[in-house]
């Protein structure tokens, strides 16, 4: 089964330290990469999408992306309480003839004041 | 106001009944997808659309049906042979199968 693995956490880490949120994947011909927030009892909220090797940077947020290594990852910087949630990493992968979005479990981020 | 509607947000069920989740959007998007999420876990694929009259199984549909009539709308039926559908239901939809996907509210469906 192709997977999308991430470490559950929690992670803890003191408001304005950088949080790094790490994620791999087991299917090589994926092309599409994103991250999502999701708040208790909420909704995934989309962050960054990223979609060749790199960086891709938005306000304190960075994605990365390396493929031979089958491994992305996403930095917070400057976090902030309002940061503690659980981070969902998110892959398309191509199963039963078509495309699909797949996650991992997530990982639990709290940042502390 | 654009976006992904899901409806109920709250359903009790019986245990034995069959029972319909709405999602709805008016995003103009190809794909739509459902997942199912327990507590503490992430999101599983239950089924994915990625045109009108057309879908496809991912990794947990025993006990589940969707039909894809309309563009905008794609409504998940949990049958009576789902042996735990108590979960948190959530409907995505977005314009490709390799692009970003967002996110109704959400649906928590109780089996009491």
């Known amino acids: 089964q192709k997977e999308v693995e991430q470490n559950s956490g929690p992670l803890s880490v003191p408001e304005g330290a950088i949080a790094s949120l790490n994620c791999t994947y087991s299917?090589?011909?994926?092309?599409?990469f994103f991250w999502y927030r999701q708040y208790s009892g909420k909704s995934p909220e989309l962050i960054m999408s990223i979609y060749s090797n790199g960086d891709k940077e938005d306000g304190r947020f960075t994605a990365q992306l390396n493929k031979a290594s089958q491994y992305v990852s996403l930095l917070i910087r400057d976090s902030q309480p309002s940061d503690s949630a659980t981070y969902l990493c998110a892959v398309n992968i191509y199963s039963n003839s078509g495309y699909a979005l797949n996650f991992g479990k997530g990982t639990s981020l709290l940042v502390t004041p | 106001d654009g976006g992904i509607t899901q409806s109920p947000k709250y359903l009790f069920r019986k245990e034995g009944q069959n029972v319909t989740l709405s999602c709805e959007q008016n995003?103009?998007?190809?794909?739509m997808y459902w997942y199912r999420q327990d507590p503490g876990q992430g999101l599983r694929l239950i089924y994915y659309s990625q045109i009108v009259n057309d879908f496809q199984k991912g990794d947990i549909a025993e006990g589940y049906s969707v039909s894809r009539e309309k563009k905008e709308s794609f409504p998940l039926t949990v049958t009576s042979a789902q042996k735990n559908p108590t979960a948190f239901y959530l409907c995505?939809?977005?314009?490709?199968?390799?692009?970003?996907?967002?996110f109704g509210q959400g649906t928590r469906l109780t089996v009491v």
């Open positions: 995505a939809s977005s314009m490709g199968a390799r692009t970003e996907a967002f």
């Open positions: 299917d090589r011909g994926s092309q599409s």
């Open positions: 995003l103009n998007h190809d794909a």
